[in-house]
């Protein structure tokens, strides 16, 4: 008897997985864009996170966001597109970009959510950004004059681009794929978006392996 329960309890969790892939829909849980967009690499699976550094929900994302991609696989390449919808986002997607082609972002990327969201700090522009990264001891001279490259205007115009095609009303959201559009509206939380996250990369996994076959 005992033989028997442990068969259909592993029975019941075999189906419980493959059931599992299609527990999200699309219009419930995500949506599809309408035009889908070309991919920084097309050999890896894209997932990008929509967000601002003034947005108090990006915030306390972040930590969770910073978690669940340090455990993604090598087929999967995540990044960030910093939303512009004030003047002062501008001097904030600068920042982001500048620190990045600096090899900066990841070390003071916490910080500077820090610096808004505990400290009440603003930076109504690039001089007083670049005090403040002065104290986390970032090269001052480097940072500005890469804020002021036309590489890091370049970057911030096609981040403007970008977040036309999102179509996301607001932050943070997540981009899979350059095909789906997750927010915690939809998704039911903001934690619950990288469930669903996980759902469409392995639905994009398993449409490549067919694809491939």
């Known amino acids: ?16 997985v493959s059931a599992a892939p299609y527990r999200f829909e699309e219009g419930t849980h995500y949506v599809a864009l309408s035009v889908p967009y070309e991919t920084a690499d097309p050999d890896r699976i894209e997932v990008t996170e929509y967000f601002s550094y003034r947005c108090q929900h990006c915030f306390r994302f ?11 696989p090598q087929d999967v390449l995540f990044n960030r597109t910093p939303a512009m ?7 904030l997607t600068q920042t982001y970009y500048a620190l990045q082609s600096i ?13 808004i969201h505990l400290q009440g700090r603003q930076f109504p522009d690039p001089v007083e950004m670049a005090e403040y990264l002065a104290e986390l001891g970032i090269d001052t001279e480097a ?13 911030a115009q096609q981040a403007r681009a970008r977040a036309n095609m999102y179509r996301a009303r607001a932050v943070p959201a997540i981009m ?4 789906y559009r997750i927010s915690g509206d939809l998704a039911g939380s903001n934690e ?10 392995e639905r994009e996994r398993r449409a490549r392996a067919k694809t491939s076959n």
Request: a negative charge; aromatic letters at 10%; proline letters at 3%.
């Open 1 to 16: 008897m005992r033989q028997w329960t442990l068969i259909l309890a592993l029975m019941m969790i075999g189906l419980s």
């Open 192 to 201: 619950a978006m990288l469930e669903v996250a996980d759902f469409l990369i």
């Open 62 to 72: 972040d930590p969770v966001v910073e978690q669940w991609k340090s455990s993604l």
């Open 143 to 155: 940072f500005s004059k890469a804020y002021k490259s036309f590489g890091v205007r370049s970057n």
């Open 85 to 91: 919808w004030a003047r002062q986002d501008e001097v």
């Open 176 to 179: 899979v794929n350059g095909k």
């Open 103 to 115: 090899g900066q972002l990841e070390a003071v990327h916490p910080a500077i959510f820090e610096a």
